[in-house]
């Protein structure tokens, strides 16, 4: 039993039913928050408004918030590799759902731009990390034929007696050097801005692609962009999401040092298992943060817009929406949350906690920006209100970083296989 001595409202804060946190987190969440108002969402809302092309121009305000993001220190790889785990499992999720309020594409991409420059510092070679650091970077591993053969590394999806598909791009061994050919999808977050890349590879070894059970042997190269042979194709133009720019990447004869490959055969498969275990948990604090952009809105919606005679709120079928909203957003965090958790703890990081996290708070999130639009009734569908660009953004995100559907599959059968092996069967 509580004892109560009096009742009072709820108090909530920026993220709901949150323990109080503590003098330096307030901090952080603040100053997250304050650069998702007066920076992230008015710039979002511009280029949403452009052209692919205009977007990634040299006079594109895409550029100011990528300098007052940097600015901010809250990306900053140095400051983040100084946590602990402890302070990682608790700050990360602050920064990203707190950036993500104001804009999910904006705040994906200030990630993923450090994906080559951490991996470099990762491998501890001086001359790679002079090399990328600083340089706006990329996450290149999906192919046009592909598909979510990338993310069945392990083959596990395969018909009986086949193997995945041919690969558009693949790399080669010759001597001291790796030689890259073909081309990546037009889904390379951050591409069309990007000065190097570090890239998931199809490889042959000198046995050729693919392995016996018919996935392909791997690489991983950190590749700038500077050197002969790399192009780009035009940014991607799409529905949701348009202020994280896209584009294909294409690789004419490009020879590199072998020292430039970070992870070869099983070594470059445990490399994207960490890289994509790390990206889908990210996906999950991002989009609880678009999900309670929704809420917000709809929040404050409801009790401006009036019908009846009283604001939309006095009615019951309004509060039962609404509450469903909000018990849809805590959901979503409390799972983030909790693979924060486990990621960050003895047990993790695994990838099944990050598609557990990924797969479900996109779906809700979804769920959450299509129901707070309906309140919104006809001006939910236009653009003078935010609703229709967080639907937008909302709906890419079940494809992003893995597609929810391959995602869960295979989840279903790493939960098998443990189940198998802690019982022996």
């Known amino acids: ?12 804060g920026n993220t709901g039913l949150e323990c109080p946190l503590s003098e330096e987190e307030r901090a952080i969440q603040e100053s997250a928050q304050r650069l998702a108002k007066e920076v992230l969402q008015p710039i979002a809302e511009k280029l949403d408004k452009m052209s692919n092309e205009e977007a990634v121009a040299p006079d594109s305000p895409m550029w100011e918030a990528m300098d007052k993001v940097k600015a901010s220190g809250l990306m900053d790889l140095e400051m983040m590799a100084t946590l602990d785990n402890e302070q990682k499992r608790r700050i990360i999720p602050i920064i990203f759902e707190e950036m993500a309020t104001g804009d999910a594409g904006l705040t994906l991409i200030n990630m993923v731009q450090g994906f080559p420059e951490f991996t470099a510092r990762a491998v501890g070679d001086e001359e790679l990390i002079e090399r990328f650091s600083g340089k706006r970077g990329c996450w290149l591993a999906t192919l046009p034929d592909r598909g979510c053969d990338l993310v069945d590394f392990d083959a596990t999806e ?26 990546s999808s037009s889904w390379v977050s951050g591409a069309p801005v990007a000065e190097c890349a570090l890239c998931y590879i199809s490889c042959d070894y000198g046995e050729g692609l693919w392995q016996e059970d018919g996935s392909h042997n791997l690489i991983a190269v950190l590749v700038p962009f500077d050197v002969e042979g790399v192009s780009k194709g035009k940014p991607l133009d799409k529905i949701g999401q348009r202020s994280l720019p896209q584009g294909e990447i294409f690789f004419d004869n490009v020879r590199l040092p072998i020292k430039y490959a970070v992870a070869q055969g099983q070594t470059a498969q445990n490399s994207f298992f960490g890289a994509l275990t790390f990206a889908n948990m990210e996906m999950a604090v991002t989009f609880t943060g678009v999900a309670r952009a929704a809420y917000e809105n709809a ?127």
């Open 1 to 12: 039993m509580f004892v109560v001595d009096e009742i009072n409202l709820p108090l909530l």
């Open 299 to 425: 929040l404050a919606y409801v009790h401006e817009r009036v019908q009846g005679g009283v604001p939309i709120i006095e009615h019951q079928a309004v509060k039962l929406q609404l509450f469903g909203l909000w018990q849809k957003v805590e959901a979503c965090r409390a799972m983030a949350r909790r693979v924060f958790d486990y990621n960050y703890s003895e047990n993790g990081p695994h990838l099944l906690a990050s598609m557990t996290s990924k797969t479900f708070v996109t779906k809700n999130c979804f769920d959450v920006t299509s129901e707070a639009l309906q309140l919104f009734g006809g001006n939910g569908l236009t653009r003078e209100y935010p609703m229709e660009k967080l639907l937008r953004d909302a709906r890419a995100s079940l494809i992003e970083d893995g597609e929810n559907n391959i995602l869960s599959l295979k989840a279903a059968t790493m939960l098998s296989e443990e189940y198998k092996h802690r019982t022996g069967l």
């Open 158 to 183: 395969v018909a009986p007696g086949k193997k995945q598909s041919r690969p558009n791009l693949h790399a080669k061994i010759e001597g001291d050097e790796v030689v890259i050919n073909g081309q």
